[in-house]
């Protein structure tokens, strides 16, 4: 044991021994230069554009996600046509009809009866006398039967615009009330102003769509700011 040679020379205290290393050999792939991979040449398979993200060519025609997107929402909301529109229309005009009689048909004896009595009041006179039919009373019954119309407005037309976009006569025929700002059901304001226009102002307002560009709006679509899409 006292003849073993010592594996470390003598150093001073706190001083690491010097290894030697050996220099590592080079990679198979560098020695050897015909062993590196080499880069492919792709032909192309067809006219070629460059996307507009700089992200590489794409076929030419081709279209990105955003421009399907838009292309489907327009198709989505495009403005109905015009005969849609009308045959629902007439099928709510005619619910709204059918209310207008329920309402005024008890009332019409009594509006009958009293105008009767005041041509024979006229008649008995003996002179040439005017007789108007419209007076405190016929306006009075006028006003129940505008009423009851107004009010079932508001629960056939108002409500289910803002609701679903539709009253059932635009259910039938698939059509449907948009805002135009938000393309979604209108607010039961809007609604509510699109329903009292149309009550007032009838087929002349609703006319005005025939020249109306390019979302084809009546005028009672342009107070609610609306339109009626397919």
Do not use: N
Not at 82 to 94: C, F, I, K, M, T
Not at 95 to 117: K, S, Y
Not at 161 to 188: M, N
């Amino acid at each position: 044991a006292a003849d073993r040679p010592e594996v470390w020379a003598p150093r001073p205290a706190g001083v690491r021994p010097r290894i030697a290393t050996r220099p590592e050999a080079p990679a198979a792939s560098e020695s050897r230069p015909e062993a590196r991979p080499q880069p492919r040449s792709r032909e192309p398979l067809g006219p070629e554009e460059v996307r507009p993200d700089g992200a590489g060519p794409r076929p030419a025609g081709a279209r990105t996600p955003r421009e399907v997107f838009e292309r489907m929402a327009e198709r989505a909301v495009r403005p109905a046509g015009l005969p849609r529109r009308a045959v629902a229309r007439l099928l709510d005009s005619l619910v709204h009809a059918a209310v207008a009689v329920a309402v005024a048909r008890p009332l019409l004896p009594e509006a009958t009866a009293h105008v009767e009595a005041k041509v024979d009041a006229a008649r008995a006179s003996g002179r040439t006398t005017t007789v108007w039919l419209l007076d405190g009373t016929i306006a009075a019954h006028l006003g129940v039967v505008l009423g009851a119309v107004l009010l079932f407005g508001i629960l056939y037309e108002a409500l289910p615009t803002a609701r679903w976009g539709r009253t059932p006569g635009k259910k039938l025929l698939g059509v449907r009330v948009l805002a135009t700002a938000t393309l979604r059901p209108p607010s039961f304001g809007a609604a509510l102003r699109r329903w009292l226009v149309y009550a007032f102002l009838g087929l002349p307002g609703s006319l005005w769509c025939l020249v109306d560009r390019p979302r084809r709006q009546a005028w009672h679509d342009k107070a609610a700011r609306t339109y009626v899409a397919r």
